[in-house]
């Protein structure tokens, strides 16, 4: 089966003005450049220009294969070239290098209620917004009533949209656009709309989609909702391909800005191993409750992190192992010490520390491995293997969330439960 | 689903091999976005529609006043009103299909940077507006036909092929102008002057027979006096008599205008989502 999408050298490049205000150049700007290089000829000499400018790759030569009925995520950090990227796809701008075949037709859903106008009735944008999203007229009609139903606003079907609330609004028009049917599905980070529930509710759709084998591309910063609908995951760094394969690889690198850190590791197969001459670092891992070695952990799973180490002959001290933990943007989280530790003979140690389920808030991790030896003289550092390893902390977006219809995120480093009363006292 | 359909090719510096192809398979979406704009326009029924009377009117009264009655300006036998008001008609649909024509595509900016489409169709749709306040406007014309008993003949039949016209002038300004509004914005300004400087050079509150025999073509070059003749005498019937060589002047000055209009539009178009 050829590729459904094959991207050759891909490359934008953009022209930044300094000086002038917009994107757009005015006439003023241009006659007044006009008048200055007129002036120039005539005067012989040099007037200094009042606007320089800059060329900017926002994409370069990027290369990819999608097969038909593959669903890939992109992601990357703002300004690095996604947007651009997905924007080229639907044909909205043209390259400046490079080519892409794409076979099939393909839909862009780059904004929900693209084109919606607030003057018109709920019904009138839907076959608006049908129309500038690529269906036919007889298409429109025959899903109306479902795209209704989808979105739940069968009583204000002929109330002009700007009466909507922006919770109505935005079902309608993710309604309309879930309702697309083409080969080749370009979405760009609109699952982020709505509640909870309409949320679940338009993951459900896409996953309706991706198991028909439509072709998904699919840009978010949210790394649960690539690594369960998408099969493949590109990341985009600086307008590069900077990692592809599968989501679960391709997000750790990301978290870790290019270098990977797994959830197990183990020093033999490294070209040194950490530590001095008292103690060596021999592995680590994060598991679940099982045993198992895994990065993905919801926000009630309790795990455990636990680092293998070797203590060597002749350190009359006691070797503490401690573990740091940092948020994926370097934010401290915590560091934990092993308590009661004595002196230890030499031979190969096991540390485990236990992390409590409903400790720390969603998002990525990395953890720092560390063994300190204290003695009556002071302490030292054996070793200190920073971002060691990695883990993902999800939100599951249940009712164990406490998020009540809340669909933004949660800020801070812990999210705890905590013992709440709550009375009526009046 | 066309699994193994046509492939698509994009790829820098190329030209669209099937644009009109393109541009027809978009039909519904022209049809959907003219629907848009003329359901706003009249979405305040009353307002709406009462604007698009009493404007067409007060100005003919105003007309007929300055020009009829004050300079006294000939009329070759037609009465005043009707003559200015046969004027008006065109006139009315080409300003004002340029002027939110030539806007068209920064007040789409929204769709344009978002979906792909032919952006022809956005500037091409905004004609349909003005054509729909071109047909109420008709329907008063009649009225006052009516009340001055004043019966077209058989010239009327060439009123499509003189509406085919206007539009051919309105569209080619409104590609030169709307795309060019991409790119420097600031033309907003001069498209409003260009009107209201048009509106004085062209013949429409008074007749184009009191210009100079030996000045007559070189006053053709503008193309809206071509229009503005072929309507009088469409609906007049031949009572002025026409100038035939402005109106093809003006016929063959729009046809450039509309070529390279479209030459131009169709090469900033592919940039039009970077800039707007």
């Known amino acids: 089966m050829d590729p459904a999408v094959e991207a050759r050298g891909l490359g934008k490049q953009y022209v930044l003005r300094h000086q002038s205000q917009g994107r757009y150049t005015s006439l003023r700007d241009v006659l007044a450049e006009g008048t200055m290089r007129l002036a120039q000829r005539v005067l012989g000499r040099h007037v200094a220009s009042t606007t320089s400018q800059e060329a900017f790759w926002a994409l370069n030569g990027v290369s990819f294969v999608i097969g038909q009925g593959e669903r890939v995520g992109i992601i990357g950090r703002n300004g690095a070239g996604k947007s651009t990227l997905l924007k080229i796809l639907s044909r909205i701008t043209e390259p400046s290098a490079g080519s892409v075949a794409i076979r099939g037709r393909v839909a862009s859903l780059l904004e929900v209620g693209t084109g919606f106008h607030p003057e018109l009735t709920g019904r009138e944008n839907i076959y608006l917004n049908g129309a500038i999203l690529g269906m036919a007229k007889a298409e429109i009609v025959r899903k109306f009533d479902e795209i209704v139903a989808f979105a739940e606003v069968e009583r204000f079907l002929d109330t002009p949209v700007k009466r909507y609330s922006s919770g109505m609004y935005v079902r309608l028009a993710f309604s309309v656009a879930a309702h697309l049917e083409a080969d080749i599905l370009v979405v760009d980070e609109v699952l982020a709309v709505g509640d909870v529930q309409f949320q679940r509710k338009c993951l459900g759709r896409m996953e309706a989609v991706a198991q028909s084998g439509r072709t998904i591309l699919f840009v978010s910063h949210n790394m649960a909702t690539i690594t369960s609908l998408c099969s493949r995951c590109i990341l985009l760094d600086a307008g590069k391909v900077a990692g592809d394969g599968a989501p679960s690889d391709v997000i750790l690198s990301y978290y870790a800005g290019g270098t990977s850190s797994p959830a197990s590791f183990d020093t033999a197969s490294w070209p040194r191993q950490p530590g001095d001459e008292h103690a060596r670092l021999l592995g680590g891992a994060v598991q679940d409750c099982a045993g198992h070695p895994t990065y993905e952990l919801h926000l009630g799973d309790a795990f455990e992190v636990s680092m293998r180490y070797r203590i060597l002959a002749g350190a009359k001290a006691r070797p503490v192992p401690n573990f740091h933990f940092f948020r994926a943007d370097g934010t401290y989280a915590f560091v934990t010490s092993m308590p009661n530790v004595q002196v230890a003979e030499p031979g190969e140690y096991v540390a485990k520390c236990k992390v409590p389920g409903f400790l720390l808030n969603d998002g990525g991790y990395f953890v720092g491995l560390a063994l300190t030896s204290y003695s009556d003289a002071g302490y030292v550092v054996n070793f200190y293997e920073q971002s060691a390893l990695s883990f993902n902390v999800r939100d599951p977006m249940d009712e164990s969330s406490n998020r009540y219809g809340y669909g933004g995120p949660v800020p801070g480093v812990v999210r705890p439960r905590l013992d709440w009363s709550g009375v009526r006292v009046a | ?276």
Request: charge should be positive; charged fraction near 15%; proline fraction near 5%.
């Open chain 2, 1 to 276: 689903m066309t699994r193994n359909g046509p492939v698509l090719v994009i790829e820098a510096g190329r030209t669209e091999r099937h644009y009109w192809r393109d541009l027809w398979g978009y039909r519904e979406l022209f049809f959907f976005l003219a629907w848009r704009d003329i359901l706003v326009r009249y979405k305040q029924a009353v307002i709406g529609v009462a604007w698009s009377v009493i404007r067409p009117l007060l100005t003919m009264a105003i007309f007929t006043f300055v020009f009829g009655k004050l300079a006294k300006l000939p009329a070759d036998g037609v009465p005043y009103p009707i003559l200015v008001f046969a004027a008006l008609l065109p006139w009315q649909f080409m300003s004002t299909a340029v002027g939110e024509g030539s806007n068209s595509l920064i007040q789409n900016a929204n769709i344009i940077s978002k979906v792909y489409f032919p952006r022809v169709i956005v500037p091409m749709s905004a004609v349909m507006v003005s054509l729909v306040d071109f047909l109420i406007s008709l329907v008063l014309l009649s009225g006052l036909v009516v009340w001055y008993r004043w019966w077209p003949d058989w010239s009327i039949l060439a009123l499509p092929l003189i509406l085919l016209l206007a539009m051919a002038v309105s569209v080619g300004f409104i590609l030169w102008l709307a795309a060019l509004n991409v790119r420097y914005r600031d033309f907003r300004y001069v498209v409003p002057f260009m009107i209201q400087v048009g509106l004085f050079i062209s013949p429409v509150g008074f007749s184009s027979a009191i210009v100079p025999e030996e000045w007559r073509l070189l006053y053709s070059l503008n193309p809206v006096v071509g229009v503005i003749d072929g309507f009088r005498w469409a609906l007049l019937g031949g009572a002025g008599d026409i100038y035939w060589p402005s109106v093809v002047l003006s016929a063959l000055i729009s046809a450039v205008i509309l070529v390279s209009g479209l030459r131009y539009f169709r090469h900033t178009e592919r940039t039009f989502a970077d800039v707007i």
